[in-house]
């Protein structure tokens, strides 16, 4: 159920029997010559969808703007702090509260929100505390992607518009790939990475973190498909 098309004097019945509402959360930045600026959002929505199906939920529409600091400089990327994403979700969340929802399930397309995500959720767990709030970032994706992937990832811990993340675009919105531009672009990240703020294009021209050529449906599939088990059990329990 898509919240933005209901009319305020059915929806309150609505709210009543479901109480979930999911909110798509990505970025408009860099993601190579292969994937557009909005695949973020993309992949939070088409996953958003699917968890709505599935637990019979309201999907609100897109939050479209993230945390990009690293990125921030790369042509087309629009960055927002992270303090104005936590108030804009701490204000979602309680508005949600007040009409009459339990479940505020914000699913995440962008690694770079994950900290202001976490950091919302814990001011709605003190403002409302008969709210279960979900900051979902693909759900048991790391060993998942383990198993599929075909080569080392440029990082422990990040991916980005690589063998993976385009495989979730094949899989979730193949019409805005471009395949005969993905590149193979697998930059020497710096240690001193993960301990200071280090702007991206210190180690990388193109945004991408590994072989995007390597990407398939199937792997996409494979992975999201686990994420999305992975947060309905989490909902439902």
């Not at 159920?1 to 009543?16: G, H, L, R």
């Not at 001011?123 to 709210?131: H, K």
């Not at 590994?210 to 439902?236: F, Q, R």
């Amino acid at each position: 159920m898509e919240f933005q098309y209901e009319n305020s004097f059915d929806v309150k019945e609505k709210i009543n029997q479901s109480k979930i509402a999911i909110l798509p959360i990505g970025a408009v930045e860099a993601h190579g010559p292969h994937l557009p600026l909005g695949t973020d959002n993309l992949l939070a929505e088409r996953l958003s969808e699917k968890l709505a199906e599935r637990v019979n939920g309201f999907v609100l529409p897109t939050l479209p703007y993230g945390q990009v600091w690293s990125l921030r400089n790369f042509p087309g990327s629009i960055n927002i702090s992270n303090n104005a994403l936590i108030s804009f979700l701490v204000d979602i969340g309680e508005s949600l509260y007040k009409q009459g929802f339990r479940v505020f399930a914000m699913v995440n397309g962008h690694l770079g929100n994950q900290t202001a995500l976490k950091e919302a959720a814990r001011v709605l767990y003190e403002s409302c505390p008969e709210m279960r709030v979900f900051y979902f970032f693909y759900p048991g994706m790391n060993q998942a992607a383990a198993e599929v992937r075909e080569k080392t990832s440029a990082h422990s811990t990040y991916f980005h518009a690589c063998e993976i993340e385009t495989s979730y675009m094949l899989y979730l919105a193949p019409e805005h790939v471009a395949m005969d531009r993905a590149l193979t672009d697998i930059p020497d990240i710096p240690l001193h990475a993960d301990s200071t703020p280090t702007p991206w294009e210190e180690f990388t021209k193109t945004a991408v973190l590994g072989d995007a050529s390597l990407a398939t449906e199937e792997k996409g599939k494979y992975i999201i498909d686990i994420a999305l088990e992975n947060m309905v059990k989490m909902i439902e329990e």
